[in-house]
């Protein structure tokens, strides 16, 4: 992937980079929930100005169906009752989107699979960089 011209912190966007592949990865090995996997890309797609890519704007559209709904650690502040209901709707949400959202989450998993090397090329320069300076 070509580095976009407004990058000015390289390092941070590629890790924001790696995360989007990451997360991506998560729902394909299913660690992750459809709406849970759209809440943690939500702000990498800010960060990363990619609101335009197809593959993460399904993600934006999933979390503004779903923006309401108790998941997550929220979800301890609900009463049980109102978790019973809400869990139909989010049984709903998931299973309309599972199919679309597998599928862009594999296309995100193989086009940021770059990140993957960038940051260890980071790591090991950041590495060589501080024994440079301890032998100096």
Known sequence: MQQPEWVTNEPQWI???GQIRARAEDLVAGR??????????????????AQDDPDLAV?????????VLPVGPERSQWAAH???REDAKIR??????RDIALRAAQSLVDRYRWSLEARAAL????????ADQESS
């Open 15 to 17: 890790k924001h980079c």
């Open 32 to 49: 992750l929930g459809v709406i849970e996997a759209a809440r943690a890309l939500l702000p990498l797609i800010f960060w990363t100005r």
């Open 92 to 97: 709903a949400i998931e299973e309309k989107w």
């Open 59 to 67: 993600f934006t559209r999933i979390d503004d169906e779903s923006a």
């Open 123 to 130: 790591r090991r320069q950041g590495s060589q960089d501080a």
């Open 82 to 84: 109102a978790l019973e």
